[in-house]
C-alpha cells in the first residue's frame, strides 16, 4: 500500500495530542475532534477492504499503516478495536 493513498488527519488535528483527542472524546466535547476521528476510521476501513479485496491480505496491509500523528493513532486504536462508537471509547 503506497503512503500517498493513505487517507491523513486533516491538518488542524495534526498537532493534538493523543490525550487531547482521548479526552475530547470521552467527554462528550468531541465535536470536530470525535467527527475527524470517525472520518480516519472510516477511511482507513475503506482503504483496507479495498486492498485486501485486490490482494487478500487484510492483516498485513493493517500492519503496514503507520500513524503520522496522534489522531491517527487513536483512529487505528478504535478501528482495531471494531470501529467501536467513539464517544464509547475511552
Known amino acids: 500500500m503506497k503512503d500517498d493513498d493513505m487517507p491523513r488527519a486533516r491538518p488542524e ?3 493534538l495530542s493523543e490525550a487531547e483527542v ?7 466535547t468531541g465535536g470536530a475532534i470525535e467527527a475527524e476521528v470517525t472520518r480516519l476510521v472510516a477511511a482507513f476501513t475503506i482503504r483496507l477492504m479495498a486492498s485486501a479485496e485486490q490482494r487478500g491480505q487484510a492483516a498485513v496491509c493493517a500492519m503496514l499503516i503507520e500513524p503520522q500523528c496522534p489522531i ?7 478501528m482495531a478495536e471494531g ?8
Open 72 to 78: 491517527e493513532r487513536v483512529a487505528l486504536l478504535v
Open 22 to 28: 482521548w479526552k475530547a472524546m470521552g467527554d462528550g
Open 83 to 90: 470501529g467501536a462508537s467513539v464517544s464509547t471509547v475511552h
Open 13 to 15: 488535528f495534526v498537532d
